[in-house]
């Protein structure tokens, strides 16, 4: 069976993650072609990745029949349009916009022009979560009662991504939001408490450190906490709590071996999402691929993207009114 050629948009930290795992770890997508703003971006992926490089988004469409788009938050959404305009399909990164006006408006563009669309939601793609995803499906927990999961990066990003990534519930929490959904259900209310640990976030009008707290449709109770820089490593865990079972998954070390001194045992620990999660990114790609080749359903759809995106809207509203917030079905 043929490989799908993707052209890769925007080759920053996750663009390259991309483009290592289009063009190493993937068995089913593969790297076509890499654009970036920047022509010396553009240029040393090129080389890097041994494909053909460009400036010039419209020569990436012209080259390829499916593209993968990491640019800046702010570009997706015209990025997706114009490809979709031009009948390719397209795998975007999250958020698709910072505002939900333009987020209904791509998802009609994309509806209207028939073409694949998937947002890079990765933990739906990562092997720990989809096996625990499916038990959960499958009813082995029973009901369930009570969800948790952390996710903390050990170092926060450049300050220019973060005057760009629209704040933390919409940039970080909207990941575990995403997970919230497709574990347990539906959420009906959020509450949400922000901190800025570090005085550069409060400059920025942005915070570091949360918890959220959710209310499910079916009765059950979620608390999510997030950190910019947890210091210690990556961390991203999750527990669900159900009348029959509980799934826990956490995966925090990169290699299998533990050092052993008088008294001590220590791990090398995942540093970011890039060491934690090299598989969940292929896998998502080639899931994409698979989407374009075989017609298959995408893993995340606008749609599921469109409600995680209200519910950290939800949250950014709570944190700023101190209130719960009610959550409707989105249209
Ligand atoms: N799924 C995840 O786990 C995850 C992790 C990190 C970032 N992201 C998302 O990926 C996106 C990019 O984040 P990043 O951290 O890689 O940012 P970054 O700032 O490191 O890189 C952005 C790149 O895009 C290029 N660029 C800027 N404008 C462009 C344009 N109009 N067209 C093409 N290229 C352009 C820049 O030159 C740069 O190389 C963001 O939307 C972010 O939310 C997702």
């Given at each position: 069976m043929s490989r799908v050629g993707i052209g890769l948009a925007g080759l920053g930290r996750m663009g390259r993650i991309h483009a290592a795992a289009l063009a190493g770890r993937c068995s089913v997508a593969s790297l076509a072609c890499v654009y970036d703003a920047n022509p010396d971006a553009a240029q040393a992926a090129g080389a890097e990745f041994d494909v053909p490089w460009t400036t010039s988004y419209e020569e990436l469409i012209d080259r390829v029949g499916a593209v993968a788009i990491a640019s800046p938050t702010g570009t997706h959404a015209p990025l997706t349009v114009q490809a979709a305009a031009a009948g390719r399909h397209v795998f975007c990164e999250?958020?698709?916009?910072?505002?939900r006006a333009t987020t209904v408006a791509v998802l009609d563009a994309v509806d209207a022009a028939g073409v694949v669309f998937q947002v890079g939601f990765h933990r739906r793609s990562d092997p720990d979560w989809a096996a625990a995803a499916a038990r959960i499906r499958a009813g082995?927990?029973?009901?369930?009662?009570l969800f948790r999961t952390s996710l903390r990066d050990m170092t926060p990003p450049n300050p220019a991504f973060l005057s760009g990534s629209g704040g933390f519930f919409l940039d970080v929490v909207v990941h575990d939001l995403d997970v919230a959904r497709w574990l347990v259900g539906e959420v009906v209310e959020v509450s949400a408490h922000g901190a800025a640990s570090d005085p550069a976030f409060a400059e920025l009008g942005d915070i570091d450190t949360a918890v959220t707290v959710l209310r499910f449709a079916n009765g059950a109770l979620g608390v999510i906490d997030n950190s910019r820089?947890?210091?210690y490593g990556y961390e991203c865990s999750t527990e669900v709590m159900g009348t029959l079972a509980t799934a826990r998954i956490d995966?925090?070390?990169?290699?299998?071996v533990e050092w052993r001194t008088p008294g001590l045992a220590s791990r090398e620990l995942a540093r970011d999402f890039e060491e934690r999660y090299p598989w969940a990114y292929a896998a998502e790609l080639d899931a994409f691929a698979r989407a374009v080749r075989d017609g298959t359903p995408p893993p995340v759809t606008g749609r599921d993207a469109l409600a995680a995106f209200d519910l950290a809207l939800a949250a950014d509203e709570s944190w700023r009114t101190g209130q719960p917030v009610s959550v409707k079905e989105n249209p």
């Open positions: 999250k958020p698709i916009s910072l505002d082995e927990l029973g009901e369930v009662t820089s947890a210091r995966a925090p070390h990169v290699r299998g």
